[in-house]
């Protein structure tokens, strides 16, 4: 059977992940920073799909363990799926260094960190697939979320680079934008049900980008005509908006 990496495996889209793999008969990895949560999932996938599960001990922003965790995995995966992220109110965030901080290694700088170790080892391989779940909150800064935003254009544009740098080495790299999701990390959000997926929708959505070998995907294709249209408007008019 083959393996999947999932890193972030606690929050609602990486345990969806881990069911949807699961289900299509991978061993699964889990990694997070709470792993009593992981231990419970752990049990219910081996129940449920007789696949092998292992826990693993990961935060994002502990760079220093990045490398001996990876080492540590055996087998080695076969798929990582990078899924963490941190996202606090704009407006707290500006005002606190340590929110700022938190919310760029985390989105950025720690998710650069990990991939780099999973690429050299997968260039070595000559095989292997990252996604990382990115955001369209990148694709054009905007008053309401832009240190996070800014986080993620960083995150996207790395996995852009990876995608050109691995790609002769037989190592795929999917960028995924999910747009809105009904997760833990949104539940203060007023989300407008059509442009909303569920964390199950995004799981689904990023099978079948690793079977079909895509590049980019937006879980709901809405939001990639949505995005277009925000990214041609003049910034003349653009920094008048409130966004």
């Not at 798929?79 to 963490?84: E, G, K, L, R, T």
């Not at 950025?108 to 050299?120: C, H, K, Q, Y």
């Not at 990876?162 to 995924?176: A, C, D, E, M, P």
């Not at 539940?187 to 199950?200: C, V």
Request: charged share 20%; with cysteine.
């Amino acid at each position: 059977m083959p393996t999947i990496l999932i890193l972030g495996a606690t929050s609602d889209i990486g345990q969806a992940i881990a069911r949807e793999f699961a289900h299509q008969k991978y061993n699964i990895q889990l990694a997070a920073r709470n792993t009593t949560t992981l231990n419970r999932l752990q049990t219910d996938l081996e129940i449920r799909n007789n696949v092998l599960c292992s826990v693993h001990r990961f935060d994002a922003v502990d760079f220093d363990n990045h490398l001996p965790l990876y080492q540590s995995l055996h087998p080695k995966p076969d798929i990582v799926a990078c899924v963490f992220g941190y996202m606090k109110n704009n407006d707290i965030t500006i005002h606190s260094s340590d929110e700022t901080l938190n919310t760029i290694q985390t989105n950025f700088t720690g998710a650069v960190s990990i991939l780099n170790i999973v690429a050299t080892d997968f260039s070595l391989q000559k095989k292997g697939t990252i996604f990382g779940i990115s955001s369209v909150a990148g694709e054009r800064g905007r008053q309401s979320n832009y240190i996070y935003g800014s986080a993620k254009a960083g995150f996207t544009a790395y996995l852009s680079g990876l995608r050109n740098k691995l790609y002769n080495n037989g190592v795929h790299v999917i960028t995924v934008l999910p747009g809105f999701v009904y997760t833990k990390m949104t539940a203060h959000l007023p989300l407008p049900k059509a442009l909303t997926a569920k964390p199950e929708d995004v799981a689904k959505s990023v099978y079948r980008a690793v079977r079909k070998k895509k590049n980019v995907i937006y879980v709901k294709g809405v939001w990639r005509w949505i995005m277009l249209i925000i990214k041609l408007i003049p910034e003349a008019v653009f920094k008048r908006l409130k966004l």
